[in-house]
Every structure is written in structure tokens, then in C-alpha cells.
């Protein structure tokens, strides 16, 4: 168990609809990672936040957005939702942006 | 973004048999991460690496960081069943929050 705790576990929704996912980071972690992982493109980072700021973004879609609360727990939404989104999405989370990442277990989105 | 290209893609060997696989990069890292997935489930840390040269074991596990800092090797000694699983090799972007680069992964299937 890596501290990091990812809710839901699955979600099904259909094409068009708005989710959000959600994370709590490990004790004491200040930076919270997105990551999303397809079969075609692996591991993709998407979004990172760095005690309630956002710091920086990877390959994240227009339609997707985050936030980290003071509390440090983090949302991701996803919006106007394809076929494609379909994935698994992981929070991950380090005490500081340099420091090692551990990751959630993932939430398992299907978008039909 | 930094390449980490990953080989074998796959390996099926046999319980006892030793394991090795690797990672390049077009570029320098002053990081590697090995982490194993299991289906459905998040990645898990196996080991850090920080120092060019450097060779690290967890258990059964040992890697090294290459000289060049462009590459990464991991051995699993002694294979036993539930070394099955997905091995990743990663990389952080400091000019990205320190967010992960991952190579597509090494699959492995261990048989009794």
C-alpha cells in the first residue's frame, strides 16, 4: 500500500458526460502527479500540483482540468467525454516535485 | 519530451531462471526509477537510482545507472511466479514539475 488513495476504483459513463476523480496524497506529500495510461500511449503524465498551485502540465486535453484543495487531496475533471478517454488514470505524489513519485491505484475509466 | 525506450518488450522465461532487461534514452537523467505493475493495479517503486554509476539491489532485485547517465539496467535473479507483472523504467523531466517520462515497459511471464 503506498499511502496514496484513488476513489472510484471504476467509473462507466457515456460519451458527452463530465467525471471527476479524485486523489488524497501520502502524508505529508505536497505535490500531486495525474498520469494517464492507454494501451496505444503507455504512461502519459497530464497534470501536477504543487501545494494547492498548479506547476506544471503534460499532454492534457482542453476538456480536462484539476485542482489541488488546501487540504491537499486533488480532483481531476474530465469533460464532454469520448471513446477515448477511456483509461486508467493514476495520481501519484512526492513531498516535493523532485522528490520519488508513489502512485495510487488507479481509477479505471470506460466511456461508452 | 525525453524517449526512454525499454527492451525486451516481453520476456517468458522459467521459474529460477535470472531476468534482465534495459532502458536508453536520447537524453541525460539525473534519475532512474524502476517500478513493476500488476494488472489493474497502480506502479510500484522497486528502486531509485541518483548517482551515475550507481548499483542498487531490493532483494532479488539489482540496478544500475549507466555512466552516461542515458541508460538503466535491471536484473531479477532467481525468477519465482509473482515476479509476473510489467516492469517500468522512468525518468524525471525537470523541466516538467519533475513529472515522469516511462518507457513502454517490459512484460514478463514467469512459469512454474
Known amino acids: 500500500d503506498s499511502g496514496v488513495t484513488q476513489t472510484p476504483k471504476h467509473l462507466i459513463t457515456a460519451t458527452g458526460q463530465r467525471v471527476t476523480l479524485r486523489c488524497s496524497p501520502r502524508?505529508?506529500?505536497?505535490?500531486v502527479y495525474w498520469y494517464q495510461q492507454s494501451l496505444d500511449q503507455g504512461l502519459q503524465f497530464l497534470i501536477q500540483?504543487?501545494?494547492?498551485?498548479?506547476?506544471a502540465k503534460g499532454n492534457i486535453l482542453e476538456r480536462f482540468s484539476a485542482q489541488q484543495f488546501p487540504d491537499l487531496h486533488s480532483e481531476l475533471n474530465l469533460s464532454s467525454l469520448e471513446l477515448g478517454d477511456s483509461a486508467l488514470y493514476f495520481c501519484?505524489?512526492?513531498?516535493?516535485?523532485?522528490?520519488?513519485?508513489?502512485f495510487g491505484p488507479g481509477t479505471r475509466l470506460l466511456v461508452l | 519530451g525525453q524517449q526512454l525506450n525499454q527492451s525486451p518488450q516481453s520476456m517468458f522465461i522459467q521459474e529460477g531462471e535470472d531476468v534482465s532487461m534495459n532502458c536508453t534514452s536520447s537524453?541525460?537523467?539525473?534519475?532512474w526509477l524502476w517500478y513493476k505493475q500488476d494488472p489493474g493495479e497502480g506502479p510500484v517503486l522497486l528502486i531509485a537510482?541518483?548517482?551515475?554509476?550507481e548499483l542498487t539491489s531490493n532483494g532479488r532485485l539489482t540496478a544500475q545507472f549507466g555512466i552516461t547517465r542515458k541508460d538503466s539496467f535491471l536484473n531479477i535473479s532467481a525468477s519465482i511466479p509473482s515476479d509476473v507483472g510489467i516492469y517500468f523504467c522512468?525518468?524525471?523531466?525537470?523541466?516538467?514539475?519533475?513529472?515522469?517520462?516511462f518507457g513502454k515497459g517490459t512484460s514478463l511471464l514467469v512459469t512454474p
Open positions: 501519484a505524489s512526492s513531498v516535493a516535485a523532485e522528490e520519488t513519485q508513489y
Open positions: 502524508s505529508g506529500d505536497l505535490s
Open positions: 500540483y504543487y501545494n494547492g498551485e498548479e506547476r
Open positions: 537524453s541525460i537523467f539525473n534519475t
Open positions: 537510482l541518483y548517482k551515475a554509476g
Open positions: 522512468a525518468g524525471p523531466n525537470s523541466n516538467s514539475g519533475y513529472a515522469l517520462n
